[in-house]
């Protein structure tokens, strides 16, 4: 089963904020789990990766992965104007697999960071 | 500059006229992929390559081809286009290390009458 689920949004909060975005999951197979960040009218770029369990830090972003509860978050502190757009957490089973085996995107939230 | 290029990036066009949507990387990546995106549904793999010549099946193939004679190439055929293959369609590479980093095109905007 392929089934990641996540919150459309649009999650809307004021410049400085911190975000948490959130996926969760059904297939334990799952070990890398990702976050690509989507601007309108580009293609995803890989924002955060993290293998198996723990946390992940790079700058104002933090990635978790709770591989028990089947659960995964992005967070951004000191949200900047810049952060908002489309936030897509993808994961699989394996880093060179194909198909079935590759990649399995959630559906997106919009992220709206207010000036 | 390590890019993946598609063309063209937007194309209206009319049901049943084949069209060839491009789609090229010049990072030497052994993986591509094409994906569709529409609203509500998120990102769907049509086919993918994992090498020269070795093509497959993604999620959403119905209505699609592809070929991947050279490395460096991999476009995205509609032999008969259809209103509900109007969608925003994005081309992707990944390296022989790790086919999850993949790197994405710029998306082509197609809308089928």
């Known amino acids: 089963q392929k089934e990641v689920e996540q919150d459309p949004g649009p999650l809307s909060v004021p410049e400085g904020a911190i975000v948490s975005l959130n996926c969760t999951y059904s297939n334990s197979a799952f070990q890398y789990f990702m976050w690509y960040r989507q601007y309108s009218r580009k293609g995803p770029e890989l924002l955060m990766y993290t293998y198996s369990s723990g946390n992940k830090e790079d700058g104002r972003f933090t990635a978790q992965v709770d591989k028990s509860s089947k659960y995964i978050s992005l967070f951004i502190r000191d949200s900047q104007p810049s952060d908002s757009a489309t936030y897509l957490c993808a994961m699989s089973a394996t880093r060179n697999g194909g198909g079935a085996d590759g990649l399995t995107f959630g559906k997106g939230t919009h992220l709206i960071i207010q000036p | 500059e390590a890019q993946v290029t598609q063309n063209p990036r937007y194309l209206i066009t009319v049901t049943g006229k084949k069209l060839t949507v491009t789609c090229s990387q010049n990072m030497n990546h052994e993986y591509m992929s094409w994906y569709r995106q529409d609203p509500g549904l998120g990102l769907r793999q049509i086919y993918y390559?994992?090498?020269?010549?070795?093509?497959d099946k993604g999620d959403v193939p119905e209505g699609y081809k592809v070929s991947r004679k050279e490395k460096r190439n991999f476009p995205l055929i509609l032999e008969s286009p259809s209103p509900n293959q109007t969608s925003l369609y994005f081309c992707?590479?990944?390296?022989?290390?790790?086919?999850?980093?993949?790197?994405f095109g710029p998306g082509t905007r197609l809308t089928v009458l």
């Open positions: 992707a590479s990944a390296g022989t290390r790790d086919y999850n980093e993949q790197f």
């Open positions: 390559s994992m090498n020269v010549e070795v093509t």
